[in-house]
């Protein structure tokens, strides 16, 4: 139980373009899902919690106006990167958390989308 | 915000090797998770262990809640145990939870045949 996907795995796009990454919740269902982002070798930061049927809350210095965030339902949420350029190259990843399982803090990670901008 | 820092930063082993990896935290916390990020990215969920210590096979993890600490523990390592190990915490807001984890630098192990 507690499966995270995301799709796509790896993408490529042109600088200027938007890119949509899709984050589903396989088999419970997650009102508050959170989106990561991590440079090659490092840490993993976050950039936004991701609240079905309600605006995506920020961290500082993500802007929002980019990283378009939608939760539209118990089981998926999308970042989509829009204008996208080379510094926006990275490694995002989105997590979940099952509040209706018996640990209700722990949190599932899917596999990550590896964005290439050129 | 909390601080997360994790040692050793590298660390190289032989196979066969016992391993103690350690994470320190700046305040209380409700939630302390141990991931292996593998080699093509995915964060597997090793333990959730907020306090107390728990055993899964040869890893086991002990968290000190009041001294704001955790190990894990790595016996007998193998080639597949190599990639990074990440600590997250999130932090204790007085009984509210927002699901905010902060990771640490992370530790690279490699394990040699």
């Known amino acids: 139980g507690a499966v995270v996907s995301q799709h796509p795995s790896r993408v490529i796009c042109k600088s200027g373009t938007s890119v949509k990454i899709e984050c589903r919740s396989l088999?419970?269902?997650?009102?508050?899902m959170f989106w990561y982002r991590q440079f090659p070798k490092q840490s993993l930061m976050l950039m936004a919690t991701?609240?079905?049927?309600?605006?995506?809350?920020?961290e500082q210095g993500v802007e929002k106006d980019k990283f378009l965030i939608n939760h539209a339902s118990l089981t998926l949420s999308t970042l989509t990167v829009t204008s996208a350029h080379p510094e926006d190259s990275s490694f995002y990843i989105c997590?979940?958390?099952?509040?209706?399982?018996?640990?209700?803090?722990?949190?599932?990670f899917g596999p990550g989308t590896r964005l290439t901008v050129t | 915000g909390i601080q997360v820092e994790q040692s050793p930063p590298d660390l190289i082993l032989q196979e066969g090797a016992n391993s103690t990896l350690r994470c320190n935290f700046s305040?209380?916390?409700?939630?302390l998770q141990w991931f292996h990020q593998n080699p093509w990215g995915q964060l597997i969920n090793l333990f959730y262990?907020?306090?107390g210590t728990k055993q899964n096979g040869r890893l086991s993890a002990t968290t000190v809640a009041t001294e704001r600490y955790s190990l894990l523990y790595i016996s007998s390592s193998q080639t597949t145990d190599s990639g990074v190990y990440f600590c997250?915490?999130?932090?204790?807001?007085?009984?509210?939870?927002?699901?905010?984890?902060?990771f640490g630098q992370g530790t690279i192990l490699t394990v040699h045949p």
């Open positions: 262990i907020p306090s």
């Open positions: 991701s609240n079905e049927g309600s605006k995506a809350t920020y």
């Open positions: 088999d419970f269902q997650a009102t508050t």
């Open positions: 997250a915490v999130e932090r204790d807001a007085g009984g509210t939870s927002y699901g905010k984890l902060t």
């Open positions: 997590s979940a958390r099952d509040v209706g399982g018996n640990r209700a803090y722990e949190q599932y």
């Open positions: 305040d209380s916390v409700n939630n």
